[in-house]
């Protein structure tokens, strides 16, 4: 007998959570024996909460098709974090409560380390409460610190943007600098971990070519080792670019740009560590500087997404659903480097136990010995992941996105509330 599957999208989305999306759907169509209808979350887990649930089995095949080039969040995500069951159980059997009225038999969580550890809990009481669930996690994070994973699934289109517009303002900084702009710096996404900062240092292949520093949240902030660098490299080539990672913090562990309050999952809000770095770039050195914060605009880049990256988000959606079918839980398929050159890979299940809440960094090797620059061995490693073009079908000269319907389905609970 069939039975209903549900699908949620969770935190920060990326120009190719949705190619995920497209890979669980159409793989469930294919298995129509073991699965029935899809529902997906309305603002992810918060629809399963709520009971916003959204018929997806009613969408055409074109729509659901056309998510693979389509970015953002088609469902609606969110950054809600389940507590833990021992003092927020009312929630987890909500949960169980949805999924039994609604003969939903499959869980598929799209998401980074905080689903994963919602994916696992929600697991763990379905089996003690006796309800057959299989809950499968679907990775993604343009972070790109999940671990096991040879990366997540996001992060290789936010490195391709990152790297291009790296390269792409060093010229316009380089065509200036005798009478404008000494310093550019470009602030990039990266809490704990200095993975997106490095792949702008993708945009420079040899002594002197921008950029000329890469700041990392694994490395603490000297100021003064800083400024000289930036000094000389003003003084030696008549110009500097700097790529910093949102999360780069001092030895003491603060960061440089706190906001001074936390999000849903807990995590310090960032944000304007560009303007800070420059404003210490002119009262140390007293040069002329721009800043740029890539912001929202580097993970939803889908008209320059990596083809590796597509294929590998459509891939893990469409895994997740054979390791359901196959009977695996609390799994989340994870891509293996088979090789480097050229770049090889498959995916294999890893168990959520030894990914929740466990954040992967930056390997010392991966970083210069200065600390400022990436080295070859991270090269290699980011090189791959960048690889490839699958720009989306334009209209009007504009990138066509998919229309879906978004047809609720019914009720059957009393109103819950968050």
């Not at 709520?50 to 018929?55: K, M, Q, R, S, V």
Request: hydrophobic share 40%; charged share 20%.
């Amino acid at each position: 007998m069939a039975h209903n599957a549900f699908y949620a999208q969770s935190g920060g989305v990326t120009a190719v959570i949705n190619a995920s999306a497209c890979g669980v759907i159409e793989a469930c169509r294919r298995h129509p024996d073991q699965i029935g209808k899809v529902y997906a979350g309305h603002n992810g887990i918060i629809g399963a909460l709520t009971e916003e649930l959204i018929d997806v089995s009613r969408e055409s095949d074109e729509a659901v098709a056309a998510l693979r080039h389509t970015p953002g969040g088609a469902f609606g995500s969110c950054r809600y974090k389940l507590k833990d069951i021992e003092t927020h159980r009312a929630q987890y059997e909500r949960l169980i409560e949805v999924f039994r009225a609604h003969d939903i038999r499959y869980f598929f969580y799209n998401g980074g380390g905080d689903s994963a550890d919602t994916c696992l809990k929600v697991s763990q009481l379905s089996e003690k409460l006796g309800y057959p669930l299989t809950a499968i996690h679907v990775p993604k994070t343009v972070d790109n610190d999940l671990p096991i994973t040879d990366n997540s699934p996001g992060f290789g289109s936010v490195a391709k943007y990152i790297a291009t517009s790296t390269l792409e303002a060093s010229l316009d900084i380089a065509s200036m600098c005798a009478t404008s702009t000494k310093v550019f710096v470009l602030e990039v996404m990266g809490r704990h971990a200095g993975w997106i900062a490095a792949a702008g240092a993708l945009a420079g292949q040899g002594e002197g070519e921008p950029p000329h520093l890469v700041i990392f949240p694994e490395i603490a902030f000297d100021r003064e080792a800083v400024m000289a660098r930036v000094d000389y490299a003003v003084k030696t080539y008549g110009y500097c670019v700097i790529v910093v990672s949102e999360g780069a913090r001092y030895e003491d562990g603060t960061f440089l740009a706190d906001a001074g309050n936390t999000d849903a999952f807990g995590h310090r809000q960032l944000g304007g560590v560009a303007p800070t770095l420059a404003g210490m770039v002119k009262q140390d050195l007293g040069y002329k500087y721009h800043w740029a914060v890539a912001d929202y605009l580097q993970r939803a880049a889908r008209h320059l997404a990596s083809a590796t990256d597509v294929e590998q988000a459509y891939a893990v959606g469409e895994a997740a659903v054979e390791l359901a079918i196959e009977g695996k839980n609390a799994m989340m398929p994870a891509i293996k480097r088979a090789a480097g050159t050229p770049y090889q890979w498959h995916i294999e299940p890893a168990p959520l136990a030894e990914i929740a809440n466990r954040e992967k960094f930056m390997p010392r090797d991966y970083i210069s010995e200065d600390g400022l620059g990436i080295t070859q061995a991270c090269r290699d490693y980011l090189l791959p992941l960048i690889q490839g073009e699958d720009f989306p079908p334009f209209d009007n000269g504009l990138p066509r996105v998919a229309k879906l319907a978004k047809h609720r389905v019914e009720r059957k609970l009393p109103d819950f509330e968050l």
